[in-house]
């Protein structure tokens, strides 16, 4: 009999959005003109301070193991980031260094989901949090999705999923990836009553908190209930540290604690050339190329959601952060008789436009749209969406 991997594994999805982006870029190595829309990374470069910090750790012989929840200067440097652009008080035991984001979270579910904890989802959510809770052993409850609010639930909404599920958690992602949604501060603090009033944890996914537009203001749930609310923030997007595998989880310190018990033994420390780049980036000042960054995002933004509207068939409200759309594409399906993932492989198939649906965020009859790509690609990627709109009449 051959060897299988185990059912844990077998249960798991593989990221849709990183195998759309993966067919979008065979095609487009095959020589097929794909224009993808799809990628959740900046399409600029690593902040060249940033980068060249891990070029001098590497000539520095930085290249050996660290303390696994990170170096000490690290850890400093991390809480006094959080101090001064989030204004949350952290002392350097209650921040650790993690890979990149998806460590951070995989480490805070690990340290605090008991087997069967039910933890919230508020609809849509990012595709790898459902599948994080499972390998945590949890259980993940969709919030039902609120396009009408904004994609932004009320205290009540999740209160009684709360209530209904004995929930034990919630997890937060604003500005969200796929929608872009901002609550407002009282909506935030009307989302932290609720999680107070139900008892639950907090994990909180900061990592577009630089990204906001219109003067929204981005308040963290730890600023208004730090002792239950986990942390995971970094440069992944502000900075374009993708690829560098480098991030923060921050919380109360006995949480942290455990995660970074877990991380020694599971993963080890981050790569300690990039906690260098990573130790540039938390202490020195960046805003000004921030900034700069969000600017280019915001003028994409300002083309791209009126340009999509006025497809027939498509409808987009305009986010207040990230840099997603999330395109309501209901009226398109039902004149195909088709789901939002059919109408995905529709559009590169027929019109070499990579989308991503709407159905792994929990949000059917959607598209992502990410405008993490030139004005050029945004331009070519309406002009084959309205055309492929047109054909179906
Ligand atoms: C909401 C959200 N969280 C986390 C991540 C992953 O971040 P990292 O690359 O730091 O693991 C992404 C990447 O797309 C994201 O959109």
């Not at 991997?5 to 487009?28: C, D, F, H, M, Y």
């Not at 200067?73 to 001064?84: C, I, N, P």
């Not at 603090?189 to 929204?216: F, H, Q, R």
């Not at 992502?368 to 179906?392: G, H, P, Q, W």
């Given at each position: 009999?051959?060897?299988?991997?185990?059912?844990?594994?077998q249960?798991?999805?593989?990221?849709?959005?990183?195998?759309?982006?993966?067919?979008?870029?065979?095609?487009?190595?095959?020589?097929?003109?794909?224009?993808?829309?799809?990628?959740?990374?900046?399409?600029f470069?690593?902040?060249?301070?940033?980068?060249?910090?891990?070029?001098?750790?590497?000539?520095?012989?930085?290249?050996?193991?660290?303390?696994?929840?990170?170096?000490?200067?690290?850890?400093?440097?991390?809480?006094?980031?959080?101090?001064?652009?989030y204004g949350?008080?952290?002392?350097?035991?209650?921040?650790?260094?993690?890979?990149?984001?998806?460590?951070?979270?995989?480490?805070?579910?690990?340290?605090?989901?008991?087997?069967?904890?039910?933890?919230?989802?508020?609809?849509?959510?990012?595709?790898?949090?459902?599948?994080?809770?499972?390998?945590?052993?949890?259980?993940?409850?969709?919030?039902?999705?609120?396009?009408?609010?904004?994609?932004?639930?009320?205290?009540?909404?999740?209160?009684?999923?709360?209530?209904?599920?004995?929930?034990?958690?919630?997890?937060?992602?604003?500005?969200?990836?796929?929608?872009?949604?901002?609550?407002?501060?009282?909506?935030?603090?009307?989302?932290?009553?609720?999680a107070?009033?139900?008892?639950?944890?907090?994990?909180?996914?900061?990592?577009?908190?630089?990204?906001?537009?219109?003067?929204?203001?981005?308040?963290?749930?730890?600023?208004?209930?730090?002792?239950?609310?986990?942390?995971?923030?970094?440069?992944?997007?502000?900075?374009?540290?993708?690829?560098?595998?480098?991030?923060?989880?921050?919380?109360?310190?006995?949480?942290?604690?455990?995660?970074?018990?877990?991380?020694?033994?599971?993963?080890?420390?981050?790569?300690?050339?990039?906690?260098?780049?990573?130790?540039?980036?938390?202490?020195?000042?960046?805003?000004?190329?921030?900034?700069?960054?969000?600017a280019?995002?915001?003028?994409?933004?300002?083309?791209?959601?009126p340009?999509?509207?006025?497809?027939?068939?498509?409808?987009?409200?305009?986010?207040?952060?990230?840099?997603?759309?999330?395109?309501?594409?209901?009226?398109?399906?039902?004149?195909?008789?088709?789901?939002?993932?059919?109408?995905?492989?529709?559009?590169?198939?027929?019109?070499?436009?990579?989308?991503?649906?709407?159905?792994?965020?929990?949000?059917?009859?959607?598209?992502r749209?990410?405008?993490?790509?030139?004005?050029?690609?945004?331009?070519?990627?309406?002009?084959?969406?309205?055309?492929?709109?047109?054909?179906?009449?």
């Amino acid at each position: 009999m051959p060897l299988q991997p185990n059912l844990r594994s077998q249960s798991l999805t593989e990221s849709v959005t990183l195998a759309i982006a993966g067919k979008a870029k065979k095609l487009k190595a095959d020589g097929v003109d794909v224009v993808s829309l799809s990628a959740g990374e900046p399409d600029f470069g690593t902040i060249e301070s940033v980068a060249q910090a891990g070029i001098e750790a590497i000539r520095g012989g930085q290249t050996r193991y660290t303390a696994a929840a990170g170096t000490p200067e690290l850890r400093a440097a991390g809480a006094a980031w959080f101090q001064s652009e989030y204004g949350l008080d952290y002392t350097a035991a209650q921040v650790m260094a993690t890979a990149g984001i998806k460590p951070a979270l995989h480490m805070a579910l690990m340290a605090i989901v008991e087997p069967g904890d039910a933890v919230l989802l508020p609809a849509p959510y990012w595709v790898s949090y459902p599948s994080l809770i499972e390998i945590a052993g949890g259980r993940s409850i969709d919030v039902e999705s609120v396009p009408d609010q904004a994609f932004i639930h009320t205290g009540e909404q999740i209160l009684a999923a709360a209530r209904q599920h004995g929930a034990k958690g919630v997890m937060l992602n604003y500005p969200n990836n796929p929608t872009g949604a901002v609550p407002s501060p009282a909506q935030m603090k009307e989302l932290v009553a609720a999680a107070v009033e139900a008892d639950l944890w907090i994990i909180s996914d900061e990592i577009y908190a630089t990204m906001t537009y219109d003067g929204a203001e981005f308040v963290s749930p730890a600023s208004l209930a730090p002792e239950r609310t986990l942390v995971v923030n970094g440069g992944s997007k502000s900075h374009s540290l993708t690829g560098w595998r480098i991030g923060f989880l921050a919380g109360p310190e006995e949480i942290v604690a455990a995660a970074a018990k877990l991380q020694s033994q599971a993963i080890g420390n981050p790569c300690s050339v990039s906690q260098a780049a990573g130790l540039v980036a938390a202490a020195d000042d960046h805003r000004a190329e921030v900034t700069r960054r969000v600017a280019a995002f915001d003028e994409r933004r300002q083309y791209l959601v009126p340009a999509l509207n006025e497809i027939d068939g498509v409808a987009a409200q305009m986010p207040l952060g990230a840099f997603y759309v999330m395109a309501d594409v209901r009226q398109l399906c039902e004149r195909l008789g088709i789901d939002d993932v059919e109408l995905c492989s529709r559009l590169l198939d027929q019109a070499r436009l990579a989308l991503v649906p709407g159905q792994p965020f929990a949000a059917p009859g959607f598209v992502r749209l990410s405008y993490a790509a030139s004005m050029d690609d945004l331009k070519e990627a309406v002009a084959r969406l309205a055309k492929f709109a047109e054909t179906i009449g």
